[in-house]
């Protein structure tokens, strides 16, 4: 493989002096203190200190919203007139990320020895995927290799702005319902044998509640190691088969679409992002058949992605995309008529477009709406699952009390 003959580079970061005496700092990938001299020097800059860079966390890693800003910067980059072996450059070595530098720097490498962009990038599929590089691809062939990189660019904003509402949305009620788990996990193990010992001295019953209290708690105590060594190897058993399992993964992805609120989300999501890497695609010029080909990895959801195949192939037999996404029955009206406009006066890329914003701002709306709702409901459990506890510890107080007065 052509990535394993790239040289390890690392980042310096140096300052000198140029050539009107003006002091100047920056940052250089090199293999070694002694090539950044040697660069420096070549470029009229006398350097004064030079020093490798180190991390705390050693090389991070590279996320798809490193990706995203990449593909910003190198549109913005292209667009300007930068040469492309410079604006990867640019973008490595101001990158403080070291695993993206790295990945910059190698596709770099790649590029300077005669690989097209494409190819470079093709070596690395972890980052890379077959949508993103057949995109470069109709760019390089075409010669409109800053407009498609533009176009990849909104593409991977929008994608990862999608993928950032739906976290917003599961991430809030399960962040608030995992701190009511801990809450009352401490309170059953610490709290309740407290007023457990207090109580053995009042010689009278307690409540029945206030009994059902106590004995969760020492069934916690006693069996808690059980209770957690079985959600810890159900939660590892449930990764194993998903990871392994594509009919588990399709149960998921369906019983997932029909939740109730979080559903609507995940399907108007899904839709947004098959709009959004169609209008992408087919703008760049790839054939519609091998666009849904792309499209259905795109989706998100193993349903979307298995029905945009089946479209695929309807349309390959010259089925229209419209009448394909009817018998599909996943998609609206809306969405559908959308469509069939924009096969019918042959603007299938910019109506998709308009579709891919539509759902955009329909899921945006319906996290704000979730959130709004969800925030008295989870606050009303927790309030129910503290209180009660706290209730149940205080009945048999109240109880004297009332005997006494």
Do not use: C
Request: hydrophobic share 50%; proline share 3%; net charge positive.
């Amino acid at each position: 493989m052509a990535e394993s003959t790239v040289v390890k580079q690392f980042p310096f970061n140096w300052e000198g002096t140029d050539r009107r005496g003006k002091r100047i700092k920056g940052k250089t990938m090199a293999v070694s203190e002694t090539a950044v001299r040697s660069e420096l020097r070549r470029q009229g800059i006398m350097p004064a200190k030079i020093r490798k860079q180190r991390t705390l966390f050693g090389e991070g890693k590279v996320t798809a919203l490193d990706i995203a800003i990449f593909s910003r910067q190198l549109a913005t980059m292209m667009t300007s007139g930068v040469p492309l072996v410079q604006a990867f450059d640019i973008i490595g070595t101001g990158n403080e990320n070291r695993a993206m530098q790295k990945l910059v720097m190698s596709v770099k490498a790649s590029v300077e020895g005669g690989t097209s962009l494409a190819e470079s990038l093709a070596q690395h599929p972890l980052h890379f995927d077959d949508l993103y590089v057949n995109l470069v691809t109709a760019g390089e062939q075409a010669g409109a290799l800053e407009t498609l990189l533009d176009k990849i660019a909104t593409y991977k904003e929008k994608t990862e702005s999608i993928k950032k509402k739906i976290k917003k949305a599961l991430f809030y009620p399960a962040a608030v319902l995992l701190v009511a788990f801990i809450v009352t996990a401490i309170l059953l193990i610490f709290v309740i044998p407290q007023f457990e010992s207090m109580f053995q001295g009042f010689g009278a019953d307690l409540p029945g509640f206030t009994l059902l209290v106590i004995n969760l708690s020492l069934f916690v105590r006693t069996k808690g190691f059980l209770i957690a060594g079985g959600l810890i190897a159900g939660v590892s058993a449930f990764i194993f088969v998903k990871k392994r399992s594509a009919k588990f993964r399709h149960f998921l992805d369906r019983a997932a679409l029909r939740l109730p609120i979080i559903g609507a989300i995940l399907t108007k999501a899904a839709i947004a992002r098959f709009a959004r890497t169609l209008s992408t695609m087919f703008a760049a010029g790839v054939p519609l058949v091998e666009a849904l080909q792309s499209v259905a990895g795109a989706t998100g959801n193993i349903v979307y992605e298995h029905a945009t195949l089946r479209m695929k192939e309807e349309v390959a037999t010259g089925q229209r995309l419209q009448r394909s996404m009817e018998d599909s029955d996943l998609f609206p009206n809306m969405a559908v008529q959308m469509i069939a406009i924009g096969e019918e006066s042959g603007s299938l890329d910019q109506m998709s477009a308009k579709v891919a914003d539509f759902y955009e701002e329909e899921v945006d709306n319906a996290v704000d709406s979730m959130s709004s709702l969800l925030e008295p409901l989870i606050m009303g459990i927790l309030g129910i699952l503290v209180g009660g506890l706290v209730v149940a510890m205080y009945l048999p107080i109240f109880k004297m009390a009332s005997v006494v007065g």
